[in-house]
């Protein structure tokens, strides 16, 4: 099974990663984060490190290409902005073939 997580180089996605690292193999862990670059990281680790970009969703179909479970970590930004982008995550994920996906909502969430 590989489970793959968005926002892995922001300030919750690096604390996931981590925590998962101690439990799951590095080869059964991906990432999608806008700049791969960033997660050097995790690569040298064995982690999967995929560029993927909310905002550009033809990069998540890539991203999620043979993902078992993802993890959504929610975007920042205002309400109109985070729809689009999960949107596109989720739409994303389906057509991949997802077939879990976790969602850490946002902050106060109403």
């Known amino acids: ?7 892995a180089t922001g300030k919750l996605g690096t604390k ?7 439990t799951v193999p590095a080869n059964q862990l991906a990432v999608s984060v806008r700049k791969p670059e960033k997660a050097e990281g ?3 680790q064995g982690v999967d490190v995929r560029q993927g970009d909310f905002d550009r969703p ?5 991203a999620f290409k043979g993902i078992d479970r993802l993890l959504l970590i929610s975007a920042d930004g205002d309400n109109e902005t985070r729809i689009r982008q999960h949107t596109n995550a989720v739409a994303a994920a389906e057509r991949a073939g997802v077939k879990f996906i976790a969602y850490t909502s946002i902050v106060n969430a109403q």
């Not at 996931?16 to 101690?22: A, C, R, W």
């Open 58 to 62: 033809e990069t998540l179909d890539a």
């Open 1 to 7: 099974m590989k489970m793959l997580v968005t926002g």
């Open 16 to 22: 996931v990663v981590d925590t998962l690292l101690k």
């Open 42 to 44: 995790l690569r040298v």
